[in-house]
C-alpha cells in the first residue's frame, strides 16, 4: 500500500523538502592532515569551494548517495581502503539558499589518496590542508570542522588511526596521523609505549621492516590489530593554559 493509500494522509500537506549528501575526506599527506574540496560550478555559490555531495536520488539509500557523489564530483570510485561513516544531520532551515535542504554529512578517511579532479558539477577538485579550508559554501565550514572534532575524539578511544594508514605501516607514521590529526606534538618514546601496551591495536609484521630516512635500523612494521577500541584510552594531551 503507497502513503497516497493510507486512509486520512494527506501527503499535500506537508511542505517538500530535499535530502542531501555532504562528505568531509580527509587523509594525510607530508605529516599534514588534508580535506577533499570541490569547486561549485553551478549555482548556488558557484566559484566557491565546499565539501562534495549532492542530492539523494528517490531509489538510493544515503550511503549509497554519498559514494555515488564522491565519484562523481572527485573522481575517486571504489577507492581501496576508503573509510566511510555517518557523522550527523543538518537541518536548519535555512541553510539552502534554494529551499528546505536537509543534509547527511559522512567522514570518510583515506591512505595514500589519490588525486581528484572535477565532474559532474563540480568545475575542480582538489586536496587542501585543513588548515587553509574555509571560507566554504553553505554551513561546509561547520560540518568539516565538527567532522575533525569527531575523527579527533574517535583516536582516542578507537583504533580508527589505522584507516589513515596503509596496510602496512611504521608506529612513526601512525604517530604522525594522531599529531596531524590532534595538531600537536607527541613523544615518541612514550607514544610507542602506549600503542604497544594496549592490546590488539597493532600487529608486528613478522621480519618486516623500512628505512624511513637517515641513520639507524630500519624500522618494523605493523599493520591493524583485531581490537575496535582502545584500553585504555589515548588521550590528546591537554592544550597549555596562559603563562602566569
Request: with cysteine; charged share 25%; aromatic share 8%.
Amino acid at each position: 500500500m503507497s502513503g497516497n493509500d493510507l486512509p486520512g494522509y494527506d501527503k499535500h500537506a506537508y511542505e517538500p523538502f530535499a535530502v542531501t549528501v555532504d562528505l568531509a575526506v580527509f587523509t594525510i599527506r607530508d605529516g599534514t592532515l588534508h580535506v577533499l574540496l570541490v569547486e561549485r560550478g553551478e549555482e548556488p555559490y558557484a566559484g566557491r569551494w565546499a565539501l562534495p555531495g549532492g542530492f539523494v536520488q528517490p531509489d538510493e539509500a544515503a550511503e549509497t548517495a554519498a559514494r555515488r557523489e564522491l565519484a562523481e564530483e572527485t573522481g575517486l570510485a571504489d577507492v581501496v581502503g576508503l573509510h566511510l561513516e555517518q557523522l550527523r544531520t543538518y537541518s536548519e532551515p535555512d541553510r539552502d539558499p534554494r529551499m528546505r535542504v536537509v543534509s547527511v554529512a559522512f567522514t570518510a578517511l583515506l591512505p595514500d589518496a589519490p588525486e581528484a579532479h572535477g565532474g559532474s558539477d563540480a568545475a575542480d577538485a582538489r586536496w587542501v590542508p585543513y588548515d587553509r579550508a574555509a571560507g566554504l559554501a553553505f554551513d561546509h565550514d561547520r560540518i568539516l570542522a565538527d567532522a575533525r572534532e569527531r575523527v579527533g575524539a574517535k583516536l582516542e578511544y578507537t583504533c580508527l588511526a589505522t584507516a589513515f594508514c596503509p596496510p602496512e605501516f611504521t608506529l612513526g607514521e601512525l604517530q604522525q596521523v594522531y599529531e596531524a590529526v590532534w595538531g600537536t606534538a607527541l613523544d615518541r618514546p612514550n607514544f610507542r609505549r602506549k600503542v604497544l601496551a594496549t592490546a590488539g591495536f597493532v600487529e608486528q609484521v613478522a621480519g618486516a621492516s623500512r628505512l624511513t630516512g637517515g641513520r639507524g635500523k630500519p624500522a618494523a612494521l605493523y599493520r591493524a590489530g583485531t581490537a575496535t577500541a582502545l584500553h585504555p584510552p589515548l588521550l590528546r594531551p591537554a592544550p597549555e593554559g596562559p603563562s602566569a
